[in-house]
T-cell receptor, first 114, second 116 residues
């Protein structure tokens, strides 16, 4: 299994600002994913981030709001831009060694927007 | 569109009981099904992965079964302990034929409380 870390673990941000969340993996992985978990809800996939290509966003999520970088096989960032209170959620990154393989999740970043 | 449902939404039991958590999904075109555990305010811990060709997987006191044709999975927890208290999530991995590519669809979870 992969060991995944995220920074920051939590943050409280002002409306209208942006926050960049980092995801670091202890081994090289092909596929990285970003999920959102709104309060009391289950997880929803935001986008898939594969190294060397543009991120693929799910319906309802756009690059201007959630820009993603994937500079190498062990690291990715998700930015939550122009935040509003509705963006208050836990943001989780996950990785998979390949298609149809097990996914492993990071500890999450708890974001509160005031 | 794939939908995943988990029943019950919450469960409170005394220590030592054997438990059954249920997960159902609407589209049988899946690669696999994964059970996770989530502790409050934390990330997800993978418990068991069942490939679409498999019927069940076991790890310690946990046993998960999969009936792909009927769209159901069951997580069985034997001799429950207070440390098992958490939210249990099931997720199906869509196959490319159903429009997905390594995309996990999650259920809403079963919130389990095991009291001494």
């Amino acid at each position: 299994s992969a060991v995944i870390s995220q920074k920051p673990s939590r943050d409280i941000c002002q409306r209208g600002t942006s926050l960049t969340i980092q995801c670091q993996v202890d081994s090289q992985v092909t596929m990285m994913f970003w999920y959102r978990q709104q309060p009391g809800q289950s997880l929803t996939l935001i986008a898939t981030a594969n190294q060397g290509s543009e991120a693929t966003y799910e319906s309802g999520f756009v690059i201007d709001k959630f820009p993603i970088s994937r500079p190498n096989l062990t690291f990715s960032t998700l930015t939550v831009s122009n935040m509003s209170p509705e963006d208050s959620s836990i943001y989780l990154c996950s990785v998979s060694p390949g298609l149809a393989r097990e996914q492993y999740f990071g500890p999450g970043t708890r974001l509160t927007v005031t | 569109k794939q939908e995943v449902t988990q029943i019950p939404a919450a469960l409170s039991v005394p220590e030592g009981e054997n438990l059954v958590l249920n997960c159902s999904f609407t589209d049988s075109a899946i690669y696999n099904l994964q059970w996770f555990r989530q502790d409050p305010g934390k990330g997800l811990t993978s418990l068991l992965l069942i490939q679409s060709s498999q019927r069940e997987q076991t790890s310690g006191r946990l046993n998960a079964s999969l009936d792909k044709s009927s769209g159901r999975s069951t997580l069985y927890i034997a001799a429950s302990q207070p440390g098992d208290s958490a939210t249990y999530l099931c997720a199906v991995l869509l196959s490319m034929f159903s429009g997905g590519y390594n995309k996990l669809i999650f259920g809403a979870g079963t919130r389990l409380a095991v009291h001494p």
